[in-house]
C-alpha cells in the first residue's frame, strides 16, 4: 500500500471515528440518564445520604454516606457506606462490574458480603442494562471524600448513632 492509500485509510478511519463520538457520547449519556432514574426510584439515597435520618439530608453528601447504621441482631452495627467515586472513601476504586456484583449479589470485591439491610436479592432481579446504567451513574458522579461509620462487631461499643429494633415486652 503506497504512502498515500495509509494517508487516506488513515483519515478515513479518523473522520469515521468522529462520527461515530457524538452517537456514542450520546449513549453513555443516556445510560447515565437511566441510572439516575434507578438510583432515584430504588432509594439509594434514602440509606447512603448523610443527615436522611437524622431529618437533615445534606444535598453536598448525596449518596457519600450515612453517619447513622442499623443494628442488625446477632451481626452488628452497620452503616450505608460512600457510593460516589471517591477513590479512598467510596467506590473510586471499584470497576462497573464490581459495583453491579454488590448490588445484584451483595458480594464486595474483597469477598465481604453486604448487611441483609442492603436488598441485593431485590436488586439481584436487576437486567445487565440496568444494573450497568446504575453503576455507570454512581461513576458519574461527583467524588465526595466522606468515610461512614466502621461496622460494629456485636459484641463492640458504637462510636455513632444507629436504628435498631426494640421488641415489645
Known sequence: MGRWSVARAALGLGLLMLMLAPA?????????????YLATIMDCGGCHTTGVFLGKPDPAKYLAGSEVGFQIPGLG????????????????????????????????????????AMPYSHYGKLT??????????????????????????????????YLTVVMPQ
Do not use: H
Request: hydrophobic share 35%.
Open 24 to 36: 456514542s457520547a450520546a449513549a453513555d449519556k443516556d445510560k447515565i440518564k437511566r441510572g439516575e
Open 77 to 116: 452495627i452497620f452503616y450505608p457506606p460512600n457510593l460516589t467515586p471517591d477513590p479512598e472513601t467510596g467506590l473510586g476504586k471499584w470497576s462497573e462490574a464490581e459495583i453491579v456484583n454488590a448490588v445484584r449479589k451483595g458480594e464486595r470485591p474483597d469477598g465481604r458480603i453486604l448487611a441483609p
Open 128 to 161: 445487565d442494562e440496568d444494573a450497568f446504567a446504575l453503576a455507570a451513574y454512581l461513576k458519574s458522579l461527583k467524588p465526595v471524600r466522606n468515610a461512614a461509620p466502621a461496622l460494629v462487631g456485636p459484641s463492640e461499643t458504637p462510636k455513632a448513632p
